[in-house]
């Protein structure tokens, strides 16, 4: 139960030519334009990777890091929507919207959790691009491992014939909902408005559209026990829901140093009550469109024994 919702290890992706993805900015209203030139955004967005890095690490995570020097992978950076790992030995392979993320998918990132950790089945879903399908990963979907429920917003990045594919092969309730922002737009991606802890979650009810949906997210994560910190609009816009909680040395809340002053003292006590907040200082790649969460694809495998020689 401990590590089913907060796993002690993830993978992510050091992106040595970072950029604004300009083919998901009609639909990603988080996207923002760098007032830096080529050189010095993708510089600083190293930077900040690194410094993320070894803050995960000195806070007890295992990270796993792989380079990219493509220049032909924007979003690199958030592998969380191509792939997820599953309690049990599962591996799930997803389906991207956007062109050019369809090329962020790398086979050494697999065969590095085949290596490492106990793989059973790796489940590709990603050859439905060819029908005009997606389902990315664990941006499209919150998924709650103890109670077994995909909070999923309705979207282009999140088919509904997929997500029933998804749930009836790894065993998760589908829930599935409209939300938008203050100013009417689409939320484009779940994890942008809500994530779900162990012994809390951060969630913006006030964007789900229809008032039926907001009551049934609200108790079903109530139900597993969960205290619910409802965030305002202007939160969420600050990248507050966009979190993941993680092992380390103890239960960690990493989240952006943005997100973290977002929030009131009344909502950080009660997740310090349960998790150490760890704020990461990356302003130049939450101009992507996205943030902490989306840069962390969390391992909830077994990890095989160390060998010696």
């Known amino acids: 139960m401990r590590l089913m919702q907060a796993p002690d290890a993830v993978v992510m992706i050091r992106p040595h030519h970072f950029c604004s993805n300009p083919e998901t900015r009609d639909d990603n209203a988080f996207q923002t334009l760098s007032?830096?030139?080529a050189a010095a955004t993708s510089g600083a967005a190293l930077a900040e990777f690194d410094r993320a890095v070894t803050a995960l690490r000195g806070a007890g995570v295992r990270v796993h890091v792989f380079d990219d020097e493509s220049r032909d992978t924007p979003d690199s950076v958030f592998p969380n929507n191509w792939f997820s790992t599953h309690a049990g030995g599962d591996v799930a392979i997803y389906p991207m919207f956007a062109a050019n993320r369809r090329r962020e998918r790398r086979q050494d990132v697999i065969e590095m959790l085949k290596r490492d950790y106990r793989v059973q089945e790796v489940t590709d879903f990603s050859g439905l691009e060819a029908d005009g399908l997606a389902l990315e990963g664990t941006?499209?979907?919150?998924?709650?491992?103890?109670?077994?429920?995909?909070y999923t917003v309705r979207s282009n990045r999140a088919d509904p014939i997929l997500l029933e594919r998804f749930c009836t092969r790894f065993n998760y309730e589908p829930i599935a909902f409209e939300a938008r922002d203050a100013m009417g737009r689409d939320v484009y991606h779940?994890?942008?408005?809500?994530?779900?802890?162990?012994?809390?979650?951060?969630?913006?009810?006030d964007m789900i559209v229809d008032p039926e949906r907001r009551r049934t997210v609200a108790e079903r994560l109530a139900e597993t026990g969960r205290a619910v910190i409802d965030l305002s609009h202007a939160q969420i816009g600050e990248f507050a829901g966009n979190a993941i909680e993680l092992t380390g040395d103890q239960r960690i809340l990493a989240l952006s140093s943005r997100a973290l002053r977002a929030l009131r003292p009344d909502q950080r006590a009660i997740i310090?009550?349960?998790a150490r907040p760890l704020p990461l200082d990356i302003p130049t790649i939450e101009?992507?469109?996205?943030?902490?969460?989306?840069?962390l694809a969390?391992?909830?495998?077994?990890?095989r024994?160390?060998?010696t020689v």
């Open 35 to 37: 007032n830096r030139d």
């Open 139 to 150: 941006g499209a979907m919150v998924l709650d491992h103890i109670g077994r429920i995909a």
């Open 190 to 205: 779940t994890n942008v408005l809500m994530g779900v802890a162990t012994d809390y979650a951060l969630v913006c009810l």
């Open 272 to 274: 310090e009550k349960s």
């Open 287 to 295: 101009t992507a469109g996205g943030s902490v969460r989306c840069m």
């Open 298 to 303: 969390g391992i909830h495998l077994t990890r």
């Open 305 to 307: 024994p160390e060998r």
